[in-house]
C-alpha cells in the first residue's frame, strides 16, 4: 500500500491502545510475560503467511543478521518491555504524554545515525503537534501540566522512547525482504532474546492471571500494535523517511484521550477541538517538510 499518511495514522492508533490496556492489566500480567506472550502470539499468528517469503528471504537474513538483530532489539523486545516495566508504576495519562517525545528522539538518532538534520517545517510542526497534545493532556489548563510527577516509570518510558527512537530512525535501512518476513522473524527473534529477563521475572515469583479480559487483551496486543502497527510504520517509514514519519508520534495520545471519551465516558470538550486541530495542523507541516542531509 502506498498511502503513508493513513498507514502512520493507523500504526499510533493501534499503539494507543496498547498503552490504555497495558495500564489496565498491569497487575495481573508482569511485563516480560506480556512482552514474551505478545511477541511470541504475534509470530505464530503471521508466520503461516509469511513462511514462504522467510524461505526466499533467508539468504538476506543470514547476510544482515547484525541490523535485523538491532531492529528486533531496539524496536520489539527492548522497547516494549521497557514500556510495559514503566506502566508498572505510572498512569497511562504520564504514558501518553511520554509518547510526544518520539519525534525529538527520532530527530536526535537521525542526526547521530544517519546526519540528517530537521527542516524547518520539521521543526515547526513538531512544536505545533506538541502543543496541541499538550493542551489536551492539561484539558485546557496549562497549570494541570505542573500538577504531574515523574516517577520511575515515567523515566522508563521515555528510555523506552528513545531506544524505539533508534529503531524509527534504523527501519529505512532495513533490507530488502518481504514486510511479512520482516515481522516474523522480528517477533519471533525478539521473543528469544526476551526469555532471559523473563525467566528473572519468573525466578522473583512474579507470574501472569489469566482470565478472559486478559485473554482478549492479549489478542488485541499481538494483532493490531505488533503485526499491523509494525507493518503500516516500517511501510510509512519506507515511503516518506523517519524524520517525516515521526510527528505522527502525536496522535498516540490524540487517540488516547478519543478511546477515554469512548470507553471511559469522558465527556468531549473544547479543549480537545482546539488539539486535534493543533496536533492534525502540525502533523501535515512536518509530514510535507523535506529532509537534508548535513555536509558535515
Same mark, same amino acid.
Given at each position: 500500500m502506498d498511502k503513508p499518511y493513513l498507514l502512520l495514522s493507523l500504526a499510533p492508533l493501534f499503539w494507543a491502545g496498547n498503552i490504555v490496556l497495558g495500564r489496565f492489566i498491569a497487575a495481573d500480567f508482569?511485563?516480560?510475560a506480556l512482552s514474551v506472550l505478545r511477541w511470541g502470539c504475534a509470530c505464530l499468528i503471521v508466520l503461516p503467511f509469511a513462511w514462504p517469503h522467510l524461505r526466499a528471504d533467508w539468504p538476506v537474513i543470514r547476510k544482515h543478521l547484525p541490523l535485523l538483530t538491532l531492529l528486533s532489539?531496539?524496536?520489539?523486545?527492548?522497547?516494549?518491555?521497557?514500556a510495559y516495566l514503566g506502566l508498572q508504576s505510572t498512569q497511562?495519562?504520564?504514558?501518553?504524554?511520554?509518547?510526544?517525545?518520539?519525534?525529538?528522539?527520532?530527530?536526535l538518532w537521525s542526526l547521530v545515525l544517519?546526519?540528517?538534520?530537521?527542516?524547518?517545517?520539521?521543526?515547526i510542526g513538531?512544536?505545533?503537534?506538541?502543543l496541541g497534545v499538550l493542551?489536551?493532556?492539561?484539558?485546557?489548563?496549562?497549570?494541570?501540566?505542573?500538577?504531574?510527577?515523574?516517577?520511575?516509570?515515567? @523515566?522508563?518510558?521515555?528510555? /523506552?522512547? *528513545?531506544?524505539?527512537?533508534?529503531?524509527? !530512525?534504523? &527501519?529505512?535501512?532495513?533490507?530488502a525482504m518481504h514486510p511479512l518476513a520482516f515481522v516474523a522473524f522480528a517477533s519471533g527473534y525478539g521473543t528469544v532474546l526476551l526469555i532471559p529477563a523473563l525467566i528473572v521475572e519468573i525466578l522473583h515469583g512474579h507470574h501472569p492471571a489469566l482470565s478472559v479480559d486478559n485473554a482478549l487483551t492479549l489478542a488485541y496486543v499481538a494483532i493490531f500494535p505488533s503485526i499491523l502497527s509494525y507493518l503500516f510504520f516500517n511501510r510509512g517509514v519506507e515511503l516518506i523517511g523517519a524524520n517525516r514519519a515521526a510527528p505522527f508520534f502525536h496522535l498516540i495520545p490524540v487517540f488516547g484521550s478519543v478511546?477515554?471519551?469512548?470507553?471511559?465516558?469522558?465527556?468531549?470538550? @473544547?479543549?480537545?477541538?482546539? /488539539?486535534? *486541530?493543533?496536533?492534525?495542523?502540525?502533523? !501535515?507541516? &512536518?509530514?510535507?517538510?523535506?529532509?537534508r542531509r548535513t555536509t558535515a
Open positions: 508482569p511485563p516480560m532489539l531496539t524496536g520489539l523486545a527492548g522497547y516494549n518491555a521497557i497511562a495519562l504520564n504514558a501518553l504524554l511520554i509518547q510526544s517525545s518520539g519525534p525529538l528522539f527520532v530527530a544517519l546526519g540528517i538534520r530537521l527542516t524547518w517545517p520539521q521543526t513538531i512544536c505545533i503537534s506538541l493542551t489536551i493532556l492539561s484539558r485546557g489548563h496549562p497549570e494541570t501540566l505542573a500538577a504531574i510527577h515523574l516517577n520511575k516509570g515515567d @523515566l522508563l518510558v521515555t528510555l /523506552g522512547m *528513545a531506544v524505539f527512537g533508534i529503531y524509527s !530512525v534504523l &527501519a529505512v535501512k532495513r533490507p478511546m477515554a471519551i469512548v470507553f471511559l465516558g469522558e465527556r468531549p470538550q @473544547l479543549f480537545h477541538v482546539a /488539539g486535534y *486541530a493543533l496536533v492534525l495542523a502540525g502533523v !501535515v507541516i &512536518a509530514a510535507r517538510g523535506s529532509t
